[in-house]
């Protein structure tokens, strides 16, 4: 028990560097003052309620209003391992054999409303996203089995008992959707923040219009020292990508924050030189084929080996990344991980061999299901159909909008679907939750039984050595990829973010999730 | 006494059909030029096996968003595919998209406006009132809403197109039935007991054939546009499948600036088919209608 004690010490000293409150830019002195006004790719988010929702609508709408409990590093969102503390003191060391989490929460620290920010409201938010109380939806949920309770021991300390230790709970408390709520507002309506905004964030709320446009002004009583550096900020909603990139280029906005294909990145850089800043990173996203294995021929092993066995990806990546945010070719476990596998990890699986003529076979025809989205699902399908042609396989796309692509996938009304995996956090075990069978996981759509795949999940799970994880995670990934060929991950994207010189402050990291608070931006104009 | 054995050919003072084709070119100039576009695509279209440099759908990693050149006289689209083999074999679904919902919509309008002029009465005051219904609502409109509900692909596109023209088509045709309806012969015919369906179909629409003839030809440039229109709103044909107006959505638009070539060719295309058809639909229309025959 010691020495299961120790590992997880361990590891989540060796993973999960602690770090309390954070610096400002090292190289440039921040200027406070002016207004940023960004774009949000998206019509209108479904609502305003981060514990409910999935989108980067959402967060791109109101993070800016709320506190978190940890967060990825502000100075280095890239680093997929090192998270701190926004409301806590302090990143605590497991207890009670990595089984419990005690968190010190700050004092000092205010609602909108003026009400004080407690550990029974962070408690409560948490026992919310963990345990959704009949009727209310906690999109997450899922991420934290592990969780036995929550609970505010006093005003200022929250503890998190777990039924097992396990590396990838530290990582999952650093969701960036994980927004920090008053417990009384929960108690009385749980409902209202799907709708309204109350919060304790580096901004106040002003203004929300629906489909338009959403405001905020500095909070004054904001606990991080000095933060935020604007005044205020106005997200400005629009779904279609011209209308971004014109507003980028003419400056009408300074930046948007999911990230722009590779052409709009040329365009604006072409047209406007170093007015135009470009952060790259790859993306904590990446395409995934998923044939469906409750429809003849895809039940065949054989035949989803042939499919995947024709995909050239060593060769199509770098040729796609001119043209779609793709990029890294990697297997289900996010490039940057510790736990990712290494290249020649990867050539080892089935579809990532390094001569592709030794792995094409002969073929047959299916429609391929895919998003009505070009970046990258189009681009991505458009190769695919040309990549099996090349082994006689004819692929016709049926192409149909997201809520249709949804359905058509929940129904098991397809033969082989494009579909994605995008995660905020990198948090590989959770990450491949996606790839679980049907039964386990509901939004998998391979339609397959697998235990032994499950099984190895739920090893993962509970394993707290770094080493045995990662040869547990390339077991799981070739039963997954190699043996079973249930699912074929594809290119990892590359997020691309081209966005006026003048903002500063902002770092790139592997997600569009992620912070998003906006208290590190200042511009220097 | 001899006997003289009657010769019809020997009476018929028609002039052949060569003399008329060449009439037709002479006296109709654009609409030669038309019918030359037409022709072309349709060769186009139908050889385009034959005709075309390149697999229209192999992408060239090595040859993305290449500009016009000896290699690919029209450049090549973001995935390296060469533009003139995708514009060739557009022509072909081009061609069966338009030609199909025109004349299946065409036939359909013609039959059913010829019965509704034929029969009148309550029919054919319903029939009027579904026509309205139907026409009150944009081609384009109309062509979306179908391909909603039915799903995108060749097939469904083509019955999003024929729909619409149904009615247009009938609405035309009934007009000039109206007027046939009242002449001698088709007393005659009923007077007989021929059936109402035989006096429709033989004896009416040889006579409403004119304005039949000039209304598909118009069908097919608008059904070319439709086409064109909801593939280029991602509800047509899908890729990889060459159609033009799908040459224009998605990378023609992101490339705009950089490869304008991925946008221009395929709209060419369609402007030159679509002028093409028309210049020849209103040549015809000159040419069959005695009112403006002799302008």
New interface residues.
């Given amino acids: 028990m010691q020495a299961k004690k120790s590992l997880v010490t361990t590891l989540a000293a060796a993973c999960f560097a602690v770090s309390i409150g954070h610096a400002a830019p090292a190289a440039e002195t921040p200027k406070r003052g002016g207004t940023l006004t960004y774009m949000i790719p998206a019509d209108a988010p479904p609502s305003l309620d981060g514990h409910r929702e999935g989108t980067y609508a959402t967060v791109h709408t109101v993070a800016p209003f709320y506190s978190v409990l940890m967060r990825v590093d502000p100075e280095n969102p890239a680093d997929t391992t090192r998270f701190v503390c926004d409301l806590c003191l302090e990143v605590p060391k497991p207890t009670d054999d990595g089984k419990t989490y005690t968190f010190k929460i700050r004092t000092g620290v205010k609602f909108q409303d003026g009400s004080p920010l407690t550990a029974a409201d962070v408690a409560a938010s948490w026992h919310e996203i963990i345990f959704p109380r009949k009727g209310v939806l906690s999109a997450r949920a899922n991420w934290y089995s592990m969780v036995d309770e929550v609970g505010a021991a006093d005003a200022t300390t929250v503890v998190f008992k777990l039924k097992f230790a396990t590396p990838v709970f530290l990582p999952a408390l650093a969701d960036p959707y994980a927004f920090i709520y008053e417990q009384k507002i929960l108690d009385a309506d749980p409902h209202l923040y799907e709708t309204h905004v109350m919060g304790s964030g580096p901004f106040r709320f002003v203004n929300y219009t629906i489909g338009q446009s959403i405001e905020g002004v500095r909070n004054p009583d904001y606990y991080h020292k000095g933060e935020p550096y604007l005044d205020g900020f106005k997200g400005i909603f629009a779904p279609k990508?011209?209308v971004r990139v014109d507003a980028i280029r003419s400056d009408r906005a300074a930046i948007e924050f999911r990230g722009l294909?590779p052409?709009?990145r040329?365009?604006l850089t072409?047209d406007l030189g170093d007015k135009i800043t470009v952060q790259t990173s790859d993306w904590n996203c990446g395409n995934l084929i998923t044939p469906n294995a409750s429809r003849k021929p895809f039940d065949d092993v054989r035949v989803r080996r042939a499919l995947l066995l024709a995909i050239d990806q060593w060769?199509?990546g770098p040729?796609l990344s001119?043209?779609a945010n793709v990029h890294t070719v990697g297997g289900i476990v996010f490039p940057g991980s510790p736990l990712a596998a290494t290249k020649a990890e990867l050539q080892q699986l089935a579809g990532f061999w390094p001569d592709i003529e030794k792995s094409r076979a002969e073929g047959l025809s299916f429609e391929l299901l895919n998003r009505?989205v070009?970046q990258p699902y189009?681009?991505v399908?458009?190769?695919l159909?040309?990549e099996w042609?090349k082994i006689g396989v004819h692929a016709?796309?049926?192409?149909?909008p997201t809520g249709p692509w949804f359905a058509l996938m929940r129904a098991g009304d397809f033969d082989v679907v494009v579909e994605a995996n995008c995660n905020s956090i990198v948090n590989p075990v959770l990450d491949t939750q996606k790839y679980l069978p049907h039964d386990v996981f509901v939004e998998n759509y391979g339609y397959y039984k697998d235990p032994v795949e499950a099984d190895l999940y739920e090893k993962m799970l509970r394993e707290p050595d770094p080493t045995k994880l990662r040869t547990l995670m390339r077991a799981y990934e070739k039963q997954i990829i190699d043996v079973e060929a249930h699912e074929f991950p594809m290119l990892w994207w590359e997020r691309i973010m081209v966005y006026q010189s003048y903002v500063k402050g902002w770092k790139i990291g592997p997600s569009h999730y992620i912070n998003q608070d906006l208290a590190d931006i200042w511009l220097d104009r | 006494m001899s006997v003289t054995v009657f010769d019809p050919d020997a009476l018929d003072l028609r002039p052949s059909v060569w003399s008329r084709s060449l009439r037709f070119c002479r006296r109709q100039p654009l609409g030669t030029f038309g019918l030359a576009l037409v022709l072309i695509i349709a060769v186009t279209g139908i050889f385009a096996e034959a005709l075309a440099p390149y697999n229209p759908t192999a992408n060239d990693f090595a040859a993305m968003t290449e500009a016009p050149s000896l290699d690919h006289w029209l450049g090549t689209d973001q995935f390296g595919r060469d533009l003139l083999s995708r514009i060739i074999f557009g022509a072909r679904t081009a061609l069966i998209v338009g030609l199909s919902s025109a004349f299946v919509g065409g036939s359909s309008g013609l039959v059913l406006g010829v019965a509704s002029a034929y029969i009148g009465g309550t029919i054919d005051m319903l029939m009027q009132r579904v026509f309205d219904i139907v026409m009150a609502f944009p081609l384009i409109i109309l062509a979306l809403a179908i391909v909603s509900i039915f799903g995108t692909g060749v097939q469904n596109v083509i019955i999003a197109i024929t729909i619409p023209l149904i009615p247009r088509c009938a609405r035309v045709v009934r007009s000039a039935a109206l007027v046939i309806r009242e002449v001698p012969y088709v007393d005659a015919a009923r007077a007989c007991g021929f059936s109402a369906w035989r006096i429709i179909l033989r004896h009416m629409v040889p006579n409403v054939m004119a304005p039949f003839l000039i209304m598909v030809t118009a069908f097919v440039g608008q059904a070319i546009l439709a086409e064109a229109s909801l593939s280029y709103l991602g509800l047509g044909v899908q890729e990889p499948v060459p159609a033009w107006g799908l040459m224009l959505q998605g990378g023609a638009e992101e490339y705009a600036s950089t490869a304008p070539w991925i946008a221009i060719f395929p709209g060419v295309a369609i402007m030159l088919s679509v002028l093409g058809i028309n210049l020849f639909g209103d040549a015809l229309r000159d040419t069959l209608d005695p009112k403006l025959r002799d302008r």
């Fill in positions: 990508q011209s294909p052409s709009a040329d365009e072409k060769r199509g040729a001119k043209i009505n070009d189009k681009f399908g458009i190769w159909v040309d042609s016709t796309q049926k192409v149909v």
